[in-house]
């Protein structure tokens, strides 16, 4: 499990699609947010949650606005229920040291869904290769991947991109067929 911070896009689009100058002004233009000390609206982060199947590489994710142990927890318990109803226990969970996974809310709540916590090594992004990958994946297939209008158009598009990758696109680890393929037992796959 890991999440990944990436910037809100302001109203009209965000300067990777529109350029410096047009994303300066969507960003001046954008209602709503709290004020800088220039005058300029603090956009904020997006923090993109993911538990990630170690075997199949099959991937939930949510979009929330902060990474505080409340939230992660919250998360973890919704990828829990997602992941049993397509046949996979939960038994092992690696994070980095992030606060969130170092809190007594997160240790309690492993401990009472018979989950073992590990954490990597501080410093060891590759500990945690596959979450990490899937995150640049992701950032290349729906975060950047078109000019959005609005952060919520992009938080609207990710459970689409989502079944894609899940269902849909091919995975080299799965011997090129997607990661949905290597669960057993899920309904619409029997053979």
Known sequence: MDVKKI????DGGGWRYVGRRQ?????????GKPRNQYGGPILGYAFVHTVIDDHSRVAYTEVH?????????????RAVDWFAGRGVSIERLLSDNGGAYRSHLWRDTCEALSITPKRTRPYRPQTNGKVERFHRTMADGWAYARC??????????????LHQYNQHRPHTACGNQPPFSRLINVPGQYS
């Open 65 to 77: 606005d902060d990474e505080t142990a409340i939230t992660a927890v919250a998360v973890l318990h």
């Open 7 to 10: 910037g809100n896009i302001p």
């Open 148 to 161: 959005y209008t609005s952060e919520q158009e992009r938080r609207d598009a990710l459970a689409g991109w």
């Open 23 to 31: 994303g300066e002004k969507n960003r001046a233009a954008t209602p």
